[in-house]
C-alpha cells in the first residue's frame, strides 16, 4: 500500500488509518451538530424531513428520489463547508483551566501546533504519491454521482428553467422544498 510505505515509521496499532465507532461515542463531532443549528439557525435534519411530513417528498416516486438525491447533497454540502470554514476560523474564548489551546482559532493551532506545546502530526507526501493513490480511486464525478446521466440532464435543464436559484447556504436550505417543488413541476411539465 503506498500510503503505508510512505508512513511507514507509524505503528498502525497505536495510530490506526481509520476505526469504527458508534456516532454516539464520537463526541466532538455530535456535539458540533449543536454549533451548527446554532450557527445556521436550522437543523438540516428536521428541514429535510418537512419534505416528506408535507407531501412535497414523495418517496414512492422515483422521480422525486432522484431529485432529492439531485438537489440535497449541492446544497447541504454547502451548509456543511460554511459551518466547518466559519467554525475553523472562530477565536475559542480564553479558558486557563482548559487542557487543550483556547482564545485562539482551529485553524491557527493546525498551522502552529508546537507554539500551543503541541506535537505536530503532519507529514509532507510527495505529489507522485498522491497521483499514485489518485489512480487507483474511480473519477470524483462518478463517486458523486447520485443520479443516472439521463436524469442529471433532466435536473440540470429544470434547474436551469426556474433561473438556478442559489444552493449555497443555509439560505438555500431553508428555500430546499420550494426549489424542489419548482423543479418537480418543471420536470413534470416535460414528461
Known amino acids: 500500500d503506498i500510503l503505508s510505505e510512505t508512513c511507514s515509521d507509524l505503528d498502525l496499532d497505536d495510530y490506526p488509518a481509520l476505526w469504527a465507532t458508534k456516532s454516539v461515542h464520537n463526541i466532538p463531532i455530535e456535539s458540533s451538530w449543536h454549533w451548527n443549528r446554532k450557527y445556521n439557525s436550522?437543523?438540516?435534519?428536521?428541514?429535510?424531513?418537512?419534505?416528506?411530513?408535507?407531501?412535497?417528498?414523495?418517496?414512492?416516486?422515483?422521480?422525486?428520489?432522484?431529485?432529492?438525491?439531485?438537489?440535497?447533497?449541492?446544497?447541504?454540502?454547502?451548509?456543511?463547508?460554511d459551518y466547518m470554514d466559519y467554525w475553523n476560523k472562530h477565536r475559542t474564548r480564553p479558558n486557563n483551566t482548559s487542557a487543550i489551546p483556547s482564545g485562539v482559532t482551529p485553524n491557527q493551532i493546525m498551522a502552529c501546533p508546537r507554539d500551543y506545546n503541541m506535537m505536530d502530526c503532519h507529514f509532507d507526501v510527495r505529489p507522485e504519491i498522491i497521483d499514485a493513490l489518485r489512480e487507483q480511486l474511480p473519477p470524483r464525478e462518478e463517486v458523486f454521482r447520485w443520479v443516472s446521466d439521463e436524469f442529471e440532464l433532466c435536473a440540470q435543464a429544470a434547474?436551469?428553467?426556474?433561473?438556478?436559484?442559489?444552493?449555497?447556504?443555509?439560505?438555500?436550505?431553508?428555500?430546499s422544498w420550494v426549489i424542489f417543488r419548482r423543479m418537480k413541476?418543471?420536470?413534470?411539465?416535460?414528461e
Open 159 to 175: 434547474y436551469d428553467e426556474i433561473d438556478r436559484p442559489s444552493l449555497v447556504g443555509a439560505s438555500a436550505m431553508k428555500e
Open 42 to 81: 436550522l437543523s438540516i435534519r428536521e428541514i429535510i424531513e418537512e419534505g416528506k411530513s408535507n407531501g412535497i417528498f414523495q418517496p414512492m416516486y422515483q422521480r422525486d428520489c432522484d431529485l432529492f438525491h439531485w438537489l440535497f447533497p449541492k446544497i447541504v454540502q454547502s451548509c456543511l463547508e
Open 185 to 190: 413541476e418543471a420536470i413534470i411539465a416535460r
